[in-house]
């Protein structure tokens, strides 16, 4: 069977680039697909040899700072992509990936992270965070992300199946496409975390630094408490964050693997305020023995055994944080039941889930009448 895997924009190994290395250790001989590939981003993790399609948009000046601000050409790019000599497409989606154009006799699963969030359940917060909510300008991004939404309506019936990364996701699958899907929780390699003994007194934050991820509010309430931060993470916020930040909060830049394991398996407690689909950092602090401290909306509530492996508070607000913080300090939680809750979600038991999942898809595809099947696009 030939396979070919179908990524987004390729930029930093986080949780996506991630799961596309669990689908390579499943498939070693897929052949991989994206918008954009920045090789140089990947040194030293399992993509660091990787071999990528990529579309026009790779030959753009200047692409890998400017990307994200291309969202309203992607849907056109990701179709430009030829993956029409595979027998079985996988997508790995949470904007476009899952539009690429397949016809009947292929098989076609997407893993989605989130329907196009830019677009549907975040659009407002979108508009926000990137300075796009005033007057004309406000008008003009509103009928673009109208086009998307039609677009990804669309592209939505492409797939002949479609497996969602939480329950929070199947949700917002359901109300922007009217589709069903499979609950798969990412894999998260829950093994590389021996939880210390005895844990520091500083509080953790690891994330990609985009606005969405809220990192500029969890350091003003920090700068408040007084109470010892430490970030790691890279993105565009990060001179924002290092101008915000105070003595109490240290900010670490991108850090590999080794150095993110040993400030898990010390720290304190793990800090979280943004809404996350799923949010495979929360799972590796829980492995690493760590509580979490989050904002009790997405995958946070499907991770955290609120209580007893980490507190969720309810308002996405710094005052809510900093009630949080305060209350947890006065807690005492077990590091053994979180390193328990995190097994759940192992890298084993994603590739047993996925693999079964695709045996059944194309299984259903061998048994498919030609006429019946998804048409050519």
């Not at 990947?42 to 890998?64: D, G």
């Not at 003994?197 to 990192?215: E, Q």
């Amino acid at each position: 069977m030939k396979i070919a895997i179908v990524h987004e924009w390729l930029s930093a190994f986080g949780g996506s680039e991630r799961l596309l290395a669990q689908l390579l250790r499943l498939f070693p001989h897929a052949d991989v697909f994206a918008l954009t590939y920045f090789p140089a981003n990947f040194q030293n993790t399992e993509l660091a040899q990787l071999r990528v399609q990529t579309t026009f948009m790779q030959k753009i000046p200047h692409i890998e700072r400017h990307y994200r601000k291309l969202l309203p050409i992607m849907p056109f790019a990701i179709e430009t992509l030829d993956v029409s000599e595979y027998d079985l497409v996988i997508s790995l989606s949470h904007a476009v990936a899952h539009g690429v154009k397949t016809h009947k006799q292929q098989s076609h699963i997407s893993y989605i992270s989130t329907p196009m969030r830019y677009a549907w359940h975040m659009r407002d917060d979108y508009l926000k965070l990137h300075h796009l909510d005033k007057s004309i300008i406000r008008l003009a991004a509103n009928g673009t992300l109208s086009l998307l939404r039609r677009w990804d309506t669309c592209a939505s019936v492409r797939s002949d199946s479609l497996i969602a990364n939480s329950a929070w996701t199947a949700g917002h699958i359901r109300k922007a496409w009217a589709r069903d899907s499979q609950v798969i929780y990412p894999a998260v390699d829950v093994d590389r975390f021996t939880p210390a003994a005895d844990r520091g007194n500083f509080y953790l934050l690891v994330c990609r630094l985009v606005p969405y991820k809220l990192a500029a509010e969890i350091v003003k309430t920090f700068n408040i408490l007084k109470l010892p931060l430490v970030i790691v993470g890279d993105g565009p916020d990060l001179q924002k964050i290092q101008r915000l930040a105070e003595a109490n909060v240290r900010v670490m830049g991108y850090q590999p693997d080794a150095v993110v394991t040993e400030l898990m398996n010390h720290a304190k407690a793990f800090v979280y305020m943004a809404t996350e689909d799923f949010g495979i950092a929360m799972v590796e602090a829980q492995a690493a023995g760590c509580p979490v401290i989050a904002y009790g909306i997405g995958g946070a509530s499907e991770i955290v055994l609120d209580g007893e492996t980490g507190l969720l508070f309810q308002e996405q607000t710094s005052h809510s944080l900093i009630e949080a913080v305060l209350q947890f300090q006065s807690m005492k939680l077990n590091s053994e039941a979180a390193s328990i809750n995190a097994a759940r979600f192992s890298s084993e038991r994603f590739r047993s889930e996925f693999s079964a999942h695709m045996d059944s898809v194309t299984k259903a595809s061998t048994r498919r009448v030609p006429s019946q099947g998804r048409q050519t696009e």
